[in-house]
T-cell receptor
Framework: QKEVEQNSGPLSVPEGAIASLNCTYSDRVSQSFFWYRQYSGKSPELIMSIYSNGDKEDGRFTAQLNKASQYVSLLIRDSQPSDSATYLCAVWEVTGGTSYGKLTFGQGTILTVHP | EAGVAQSPRYKIIEKRQSVAFWCNPISGHATLYWYQQILGQGPKLLIQFQNNGVVDDSQLPKDRFSAERLKGVDSTLKIQPAKLEDSAVYLC????????????FGPGTRLTVT
């Protein structure tokens, strides 16, 4: 069973600061990594994906992947109170030697951005 | 485009009772997932269907949980009998074939077992 671990949090940052969310995973063959955002009482929504080593930027969000260290992170620049949510790291694996795959989620990190 | 629909949104039952949840995926999404999310944890996959076949049910507690997707569209998840530790949000998600990493979640059903 793959394990996905996130920094325990909760994480509190002031408005305008950079929020850094971290995730490690146990399986070296994992290839695809995702960040989902979950507002309180709502369902998860996909916000970022990353497949190769390095950085991927999308607006104020940057995902970073280091496969050698089995580490993936999400940076949120110019954090806003509307970014306050739980951020879930997810690792995708192909299952059973077929084209089917499944996501394994970390426990999530609660982020609070205070004005 | 309509999203993933789930019902009921909330359910309170006593332990040892049974309960059923319903999910209707996004139109055209052949893959459907049921997750259990306990408070403070990430979603845990219970079962995955592709069309009306089960792809993965390795984490489904089969002594009390069952799920079906008879016509390859909507799905039902049942718990019988319920235990206190089943209190959680049950999320349904769907995706296109070959894009199981891009899942769209329904609003979930919050189950409280007393």
């Amino acid at each position: 069973q793959k394990e996905v671990e996130q920094n325990s949090g909760p994480l509190s940052v002031p408005e305008g600061a950079i929020a850094s969310l971290n995730c490690t995973y146990s399986d070296r063959v994992s290839q695809s990594f995702f960040w989902y955002r979950q507002y309180s009482g709502k369902s998860p929504e996909l916000i970022m994906s990353i497949y190769s080593n390095g950085d991927k930027e999308d607006g104020r969000f940057t995902a970073q992947l280091n496969k050698a260290s089995q580490y993936v992170s999400l940076l949120i620049r110019d954090s806003q109170p509307s970014d306050s949510a739980t951020y879930l790291c997810a690792v995708w694996e192909v299952t059973g030697g077929t084209s089917y795959g499944k996501l394994t989620f970390g426990q999530g990190t609660i982020l609070t951005v205070h004005p | 485009e309509a999203g993933v629909a789930q019902s009921p949104r909330y359910k309170i039952i006593e332990k040892r009772q049974s309960v059923a949840f319903w999910c209707n995926p996004i139109s055209g999404h052949a893959t459907l997932y049921w997750y259990q999310q306990i408070l403070g944890q990430g979603p845990k996959l219970l079962i995955q269907f592709q069309n009306n076949g089960v792809v993965d049910d390795s984490q489904l507690p089969k002594d009390r949980f069952s799920a079906e997707r008879l016509k390859g569209v909507d799905s039902t998840l049942k718990i019988q009998p319920a235990k206190l530790e089943d209190s959680a949000v049950y999320l349904c998600a769907s995706s296109l074939i070959g894009r199981s990493y891009e899942q769209y979640f329904g609003p979930g059903t919050r189950l409280t077992v007393t």
